[in-house]
């Protein structure tokens, strides 16, 4: 049973313009939410979190996004670049950081075209 | 990521044989976290440790695997007798005691191929 769906296996984006990513939960008792970004070959590296008791977090391009009642949340990057080509993992947490063992979607594999 | 170490990074192993992946995390890191991923899927929870503890292991099968995260050296998870099945990319995260706002960051994976 999949706890975090992500449900755009690939999505393609121009250089320059938003992409937004989705991801839907089934556990209302998750409290914690992160974006991980990951290449070929390599560890996902973190891109940035949200605790349950917010609806927008933002760092430079990034944004995510929390719609509890919907059990949604959204990460949008803008300006896309070349560079954010790269599979994405929503994950999720029961506990109230990142640090606690998280359940993870399948991924969204972002193409950013020049 | 870089400071969460895993080794080997490539492992290939015939069937019945056992597999030992290690995993050293990242200094002042006293948790460990490992996780499995398939082809085309996203990453599973195996099992959670702290120093010669394991604190949740509800994602191991229960047979042929093992983990440990001993007072001295890496954290090793350790598959007996690997299946086919087994073949996948292994996942070490390590973070700082349970604090608000901590993420835990990941190594680089060991891909394990069983023939």
């Known amino acids: 049973d999949q706890q975090v769906k992500q449900n755009s296996p690939s999505l393609s984006v121009q250089e320059g313009r938003i992409s937004i990513l989705n991801c839907d939960y089934t556990?209302?008792?998750?409290?914690?939410f992160l974006w991980y970004k990951k290449y070929p070959a390599e560890g996902p590296t973190f891109l940035i979190s949200?605790?349950?008791?917010?609806d927008k977090n933002e760092d430079g391009r990034f944004t995510v996004f929390l719609n509890k009642s919907a059990k949604h949340l959204s990460l949008h990057i803008v300006p896309s670049q070349p560079g954010d080509s790269a599979v994405y993992f929503c994950?999720?947490?029961?506990?109230?950081?990142?640090?606690?063992?998280?359940?993870f979607g399948k991924g969204t594999r972002l193409s950013v075209i020049a | 990521n870089a400071g969460v170490m895993q080794n080997p990074r490539h492992l290939v192993r015939r069937r019945g044989q056992e597999a030992r992946l290690r995993c050293s995390p990242m200094k002042g890191h006293s948790h460990v976290y490992w996780y499995r991923q398939l082809p085309e899927e996203g990453l599973k929870f195996m099992v959670y440790l702290q120093k010669e503890n394991i604190i949740d292991e509800s994602g191991m099968p229960k047979e042929r695997f093992s983990a440990e995260f001993p007072k001295e050296g890496p954290s090793i998870l350790r598959i007996q007798q690997v299946v086919r099945g087994d073949s996948a990319a292994y996942f070490c995260?390590?973070?700082?005691?349970?604090?608000?706002?901590?993420?835990?960051?990941f190594g680089q994976g060991t891909r394990l191929t069983v023939v």
């Open positions: 995260a390590s973070s700082p005691p349970v604090g608000m706002n901590t993420e835990a960051f």
């Open positions: 994950a999720a947490s029961l506990g109230n950081s990142g640090n606690t063992p998280l359940v």
């Open positions: 949200i605790s349950s008791i917010k």
């Open positions: 556990n209302s008792m998750f409290d914690y």
